[in-house]
Nanobody, 115 residues
Framework: QVQLVESGGGLVQAGGSLRLSCAAS????????MGWFRQVPGNERELVAY???????NYADPVKGRFTISRDNAKNTVYLQMNSLKPEDTAVYYC?????????WGQGTQVTVSS
């Protein structure tokens, strides 16, 4: 059973930065496309960014130019560097494979951006 544990969230003012981490319990990030997702209560979970096994990344339009996804396969960890944060980035952030696997959803990490 794979566990994905997200961390690094918190409360930050608009314009600030946060770095999220996603630690996998075993080798996974080097085998799969990995993504960061976010969810606001009442809305569906949305894909924010993903990174391929070869290191190529792709971003949703709302975060392009502000967020950077990266991976450290030796540490089984995926990161999301978030800069120039906006109040609309407020959400619970999750990592998972892409496409996502139901069994891999973790608790997520809350990001709150104040205006």
């Amino acid at each position: 059973q794979v566990q994905l544990v997200e961390s690094g969230g918190g409360l930050v003012q608009a314009g600030g930065s946060l770095r999220l981490s996603c630690a996998a319990s075993r080798t996974i990030s080097s085998l799969y496309i990995m993504g960061w997702f976010r969810q606001v209560p009442g809305n569906e979970r949305e894909l924010v960014a993903y990174i391929t096994t070869g290191g190529m990344s792709n971003y949703a339009d709302p975060v392009k130019g502000r967020f950077t996804i990266s991976r450290d396969n030796a540490k089984n960890t995926v990161y999301l560097q978030m800069n120039s944060l906006k109040p609309e980035d407020t959400a619970v952030y999750y990592c998972n494979t892409k496409p996502s696997r139901m069994a891999y959803w973790g608790q997520g990490t809350q990001v709150t951006v104040s205006s």
